[in-house]
């Protein structure tokens, strides 16, 4: 019997980017299922009408959210997360309350020491403003562009822009870039379990957002024994999940879970 898959989108992405995904796993035998952050609305366009309902919330509420989705559950899920899902899921592989966990283009971990200047720049929307970090930021199309569209066509990202870009919240942007410092930051993910389930962390080799270095220095953070892999997607950028070459990261994912499943 397959293990349940759940599905955890990043900033400014709704869920609903994950439908093909969902599809070709329950295909494979799969329960699977996008969930969600808190506060998210059930369509893109109302989730535009109601920023309000995701200003404010940081890592730690939307980690909750899901720990309280998977008590729900009637066995422990492997989670797939994208960005800050991606973040999110390595904590909840960290705590023993996913099975197994894969990370696209992560967002940092505590620990991690790269940051190149196109992270900065797609981070610009969130931090220009310390304001923001009780309130919801939207991306402009030119914006999105950079940080998730940068290898497509216009036209291309344009359409990924109006069909998914949501408002998200600033405070978790506001989060990194101060977990240096902070000593109970809510980016620490435990690093050297070794009683944990598999982990296998995928890099976009022209992410903008989350820039191929920064997701390879987090594989590298984890010791040795910890069942940590690391892949490289050549000449992607942050859409890589949803954009018209989904497939290849999908088929990459669902691979190496049929893998860990049957070991």
Known sequence: MTPPVIFIHGLWVHSSAWEP???????????????????????VAESRQHPERVAGIGIAEITAHYEREIAKLSERPIVVGHS??????QKLLSSRLAAAAVAIDPAPIKGVKALPLAQIRSALPVVKSKSNFTKAVSLKRGQFRYGFGNTLSKAESNELFDRFAIPGPGRPVFELTAAKKDANSPTIVDTAGRERGPLLIIGGEKDHTIPEVVARQAAALYAGGTRTEYRKIAARG?????????????????????RQVKA
């Open 238 to 258: 942050h859409s890589l999940v949803f954009d018209s070459g989904w497939r290849t990261v999908a088929d990459l994912t669902l691979e190496w879970i049929q």
């Open 84 to 89: 800050f899902g991606g973040l999110v899921a």
């Open 21 to 43: 995904w969902v599809q070709k796993f329950t295909k494979a035998g799969f329960n699977a299922a996008a969930i969600d952050w808190p506060g998210d609305s059930p369509t």
